[in-house]
């Protein structure tokens, strides 16, 4: 199952203003460059301003990551409704409707459409079907060094299996009585073992969690 | 807590996917949560914007000082709706000494200065803690999400403002026609004392519409970093999982 996880209006106001601010500096650098040109380096800056302001989010939205460095920085991605990557069309469409968005000053109509919509969604992004997602990231891998392996004494279906490794790998930061508490709740996949073995029921789950990542 | 009581379903999240967390269950209850904060916010928003016969800028301030005490009650309504609870006004009075009358004094002195105060709220009006206990708490909290608690506060009040200059701008499109006023007119003259007066209206009018999602927001990332210490999610699965 494909999952996407919609970016609402706190996150997405910090990529913004992280876009923004680097068009900016882009801008001053030329400007700085530009100023002994006189007449000439007015124009070229002009032109420059309404390049970056229009095409830096699509330039970077057409690049593999699917970002721009503001949205790549806080883990966000443009995509395609149907989870697909943005098409240069859609790009386009959702970066103009900026002004639609920028309504009726300072991006009102977007921000109260992102705080309204289950999708978080901004006026561009319903043009274009596309949307801004949080890029997944893979969960480190489950440390359980030392843990004997041990079958657990039910069949486990996938999400109960995931739900005991994810168990496993938080032990560490969990108080010894919090975790012999949540791992008392699973004893039906420990319970065979529960009588003749000193460990804790926690100590018990973490060994079913070593059988179930693979290491037998 | 009871965890299987929840309408959420748990996960780990990002302190920033909780934020968006607090604002879906925002959403999702929108209708008694404005109907609870307007009902309590209207009467001092409304003494607020009466002050403007004493100074022009008077209620602005006040409404901003008023802001996180009035913010209890979207708290209030917030955290009935995480266990699928509504909220009629009918019961914010009832429990009008809690969400209302207590730590008044604190809601209005250091609450109100405090950068990271939706993600803290929770601790101080839904635990009932104090003293050492309340501190260590809060250091606990703060351990992961209060960076995203202060750009939070930072954001919305940014957002808020963007809204109000936004609203006030309809008033500029929507001007008749033949009078145009210059810029510097809006802010000396008798205009300016019209300007300032639609200002503090439009700034209620986006509080009284937007405060309850920065409030969402943060109490997102604080049963966010609970969910995280204490492994709620786990439980919420083991429970279903293991269902006898």
Not at chain 1, 56 to 73: I, Q, R, S
Not at chain 1, 188 to 210: F, G, I, N
Not at chain 2, 52 to 74: H, S
Request: hydrophobic fraction near 50%.
């Amino acid at each position: 199952m494909l999952e996407l996880r919609p970016a609402g209006l706190p996150v997405r106001f910090y990529a913004f203003a992280l876009d923004a601010m680097i068009r900016w500096a882009v801008l001053y650098a030329l400007a700085m460059v530009l100023m002994v040109l006189g007449g000439l380096g007015m124009a070229v800056l002009l032109i420059a301003f309404f390049a970056l302001e229009w095409f830096y989010p699509v330039l970077f939205e057409l690049m593999p990551d699917g970002a721009t460095p503001g949205k790549k920085l806080f883990g966000l991605t443009v995509l395609m409704d149907s989870g697909l990557p943005v098409t240069p069309g859609a790009s386009m469409t959702r970066n103009l409707l900026r002004a639609a968005d920028f309504l009726p000053f300072g991006y009102a109509a977007g921000i109260v459409s992102m705080l309204l919509r289950r999708d978080f969604k901004r006026l561009g992004d319903l043009a274009a079907a596309t949307c801004v997602v949080y890029r997944p990231v893979a969960p480190p891998p489950v440390e359980l060094a030392g843990v004997e392996p041990r079958p657990p004494a039910i069949v486990l279906p996938p999400r109960t299996q995931a739900a005991i490794i994810a168990f496993a790998a938080r032990l560490p930061r969990l108080t010894a009585e919090r975790a012999n508490e949540l791992a008392s709740l699973a004893l039906q996949a420990t319970e065979r073992s529960s009588s003749d073995t000193p460990l804790t029921s926690a100590a018990q789950l973490a060994a079913v969690a070593q059988w179930l990542v693979g290491r037998r | 807590m009871q965890v299987d009581a929840f309408a959420i379903r748990l996960r780990t999240r990002t302190p920033w996917e909780a934020t968006d967390l607090g604002i879906r269950l925002c959403q999702r209850e929108i209708r008694s949560v404005y109907r609870c904060y307007w009902a309590v916010a209207l009467p001092p928003f409304a003494l607020c914007l009466a002050t403007f016969e004493i100074a022009n800028w008077l209620p602005a301030v006040l409404i901003w000082w008023l802001k996180p005490w009035l913010d209890r009650v979207i708290l209030f309504v917030l955290s009935r709706a995480g266990f699928g609870q509504s909220t009629t006004v009918a019961s914010v009075w009832r429990s009008s000494d809690v969400v209302l009358w207590r730590q008044l004094l604190h809601s209005l002195t250091l609450r109100r200065l405090s950068i990271r105060r939706s993600f803290t709220q929770p601790v101080y009006q839904l635990e009932g803690l104090r003293g050492a206990a309340r501190r260590a708490r809060l250091r606990i909290l703060r351990q992961r999400g209060g960076g995203i608690a202060a750009l939070l506060t930072g954001g919305f009040s940014t957002i808020e403002t963007l809204l109000t200059i936004g609203l006030l701008s309809l008033l500029i499109w929507f001007a008749p026609p033949g009078d145009s006023p210059s810029l510097a007119s809006y802010f000396v003259g008798e205009r300016a004392q019209f300007f300032a007066l639609a200002y503090a209206v439009c700034y209620a009018l986006v509080v009284l519409a937007l405060e309850p999602f920065y409030v969402g927001a943060g109490f997102g990332l604080y049963l966010n970093r609970r969910v995280e210490l204490e492994a709620w999610d786990i439980e919420q699965e083991f429970r279903r999982a293991f269902a006898h």
